[in-house]
């Protein structure tokens, strides 16, 4: 297995994540979207790395008590390697001085984000209703407390 590095997103990394972003995603956003993440005045955007190139990449935000993960997503031939655990794990370690919690939404069938989600400490918290498109889907809200 090839050693994991989770290091902070510059500009030159966004076509690898876009292709990332568009693998994962039915609604993915665009390298222009990426782009003005790097610059977010609470946000943080890390992206793993091994030997081949950015294999996964976690945006997220926290400003004050409450972090929220927008995006994580991993390249399809580098899942169940650990990288979306030190993603999540990497993005706590940014925020844990201020933040008291941790929330993010999941797609009710996203049954192997769910699972990573709870083996870090996330717990189902409520159900939003329709929240995703293409398809439509609820969406289910997951916190972690620090």
Known sequence: MNKIIIRNVCGNDI????????????DPWTENALLSQISEK??????????CGIIGYII??????NAFIEKIAVKNSARKQGAGKALINKF??????????????????????????????FEAA??????YEFPKENGIVMIKKL
Do not use: H, M
């Open 92 to 121: 706590i370690s940014e925020i844990t001085d201020n933040a008291k919690q941790i929330s993010l939404e999941v797609r009710e069938s996203n049954f192997a984000a769910k699972a990573l989600y709870f083996s870090v400490g």
């Open 126 to 131: 409520g159900i939003r209703k329709n929240l």
């Open 15 to 26: 076509p690898q994540i876009a292709e990332i972003e568009l693998d994962s995603f039915t």
């Open 42 to 51: 609470y946000g943080i955007f890390l992206a793993a790395e091994n030997c």
């Open 60 to 65: 997220g935000s926290c400003d004050g008590e």
